[in-house]
């Protein structure tokens, strides 16, 4: 897997960084690592070598979900979070979503978001 790679180059790269955003994926991969590579990893986040943006379970699909789904979906990630490194992410992350709300802009200014990343805006937006 990608983060197998990723987690030994940061560890042989003092340099380096890496932005996790999906919290499923993740917590998938995690919780199959022995503990020598979870405390790796604790360290790297501890370091701010490995950074986790947005903290959701999943990236929110901004075009058809409701309020309450979005922020459940925070809710699960930022637990995660929370309890295993005693983080909260501070930025946005929506680089795949199609289309956009300016209800997960407010749910991310809520939750004390520093910044918003986003793509796929529309052309007569810009």
Request: hydrophobic content about 40%; glycine content about 6%; charged content about 30%.
């Amino acid at each position: 897997m990608i983060l197998d790679s990723t987690i030994d180059e940061l560890l042989k790269n003092p340099a380096r960084k890496f932005t996790y955003v999906e919290m499923k994926f993740f917590k998938m991969w995690y919780d199959r690592q022995n503990e020598k590579t979870r405390k790796d990893v604790k360290m790297l986040v501890k370091e701010g070598r490995l950074e986790f943006a947005n903290g959701g379970w999943s990236s929110t699909d901004e075009a058809s979900a409701n309020y309450e789904d979005m922020i459940n979906n925070m809710i699960i990630g930022h637990k995660f979070l929370q309890t295993e490194f005693g983080i909260t992410p501070k930025i946005g992350w929506n680089l795949d979503s199609f289309g956009h709300s300016s209800s997960n802009a407010r749910l991310f200014a809520d939750m004390g978001f520093e910044a918003q990343f986003f793509a796929r805006m529309d052309r007569m937006d810009k």
